[in-house]
Antibody
Framework: EVLLVESGGGLVKPGGSLRLSCVAS????????MSWVRQAPGKGLEWVGR??????????DYAAPVKGRFTISRDDSESTLYLDMNSLKSEDTAVYYC?????????WGQGTLVTVSS | DIVMTQSPDSLAVSLGERATINCKSS????????????LAWYQQRPGQPPRLLIQ???TRESGVPDRFSGSGSETDFTLTISSLQTEDVAVYYC??????????FGQGTKVEI
């Protein structure tokens, strides 16, 4: 059974930083491309970014609103995906989901809430 | 970026009746070399993460009831729930995965009874 468990969310002040983690199990993590998607309270889904498998070059892509502030990385030995978020803004407040990307996003975690507020 | 627009924003359907949700993309998501539409539908029940229902515009995922069906091509797509059940109360999103990212979603359609 595929399982994705996000953690690391919480309350952070504007301008602050946070690292989210997503631990994967039930599949060969190293082979999978992975994405982060967020959902602001009461709003729709917004793709944040993705990382390809190392076999595909480990290339990252980001949505325009987070480019230059967020960094996605992976540790295949720990089956863990990361999202490093810097220079956080109030508009980054959202539930952050990790998802496997197999054309399209086929498995999703339960999400972790990030609140950016003073 | 490809813009995905859903209609309606919400709809109320009686139990056992049909629900129809439309999704329009700002450019074609049909890849001519394999004749596949790079369009997915997701269901998000209250308090739950999204769940992939349909990919390639019309291919149901394993375990998805056959009352859910997807249709359409190029820029116009439809998700149909043939006989609404209580467990189908949710927000439904379309998403393209054509070309490269950014992947974009429709704004969502809330289905109620």
């Amino acid at each position: 059974e595929v399982l994705l468990v996000e953690s690391g969310g919480g309350l952070v002040k504007p301008g602050g930083s946070l690292r989210l983690s997503c631990v994967a199990s039930g599949f060969t993590f190293s082979n999978k491309w992975m994405s982060w998607v967020r959902q602001a309270p009461g709003k729709g889904l917004e793709w944040v970014g993705r990382i390809k498998s190392k076999a595909a070059g480990g290339i990252t892509d980001y949505a325009a609103p987070v480019k230059g502030r967020f960094t996605i990385s992976r540790d295949d030995s720990e089956s863990t995906l990361y999202l490093d978020m810097n220079s956080l803004k109030s508009e980054d407040t959202a539930v952050y989901y990790c998802a496997t990307e197999s054309n399209p996003l086929d498995y999703w975690g339960q999400g972790t809430l990030v609140t950016v507020s003073s | 970026d490809i813009v995905m627009t859903q209609s309606p924003d919400s709809l109320a359907v009686s139990l056992g009746e049909r629900a129809t949700i439309n999704c329009k993309s700002s450019q074609s998501v049909l890849y001519s070399s394999n004749n596949k539409n790079y369009l997915a539908w997701y269901q998000q029940r209250p308090g739950q993460p999204p769940r992939l229902l349909i990919q390639w515009a019309s291919t149901r995922e394993s375990g998805v009831p056959d009352r859910f069906s997807g249709s359409g091509s190029e820029t116009d797509f439809t998700l149909t729930i043939s006989s609404l059940q209580t467990e189908d109360v949710a927000v439904y999103y379309c998403q393209h995965y054509y070309g490269g990212p950014p992947w974009t979603f429709g704004q969502g359609t809330k289905v109620e009874i």
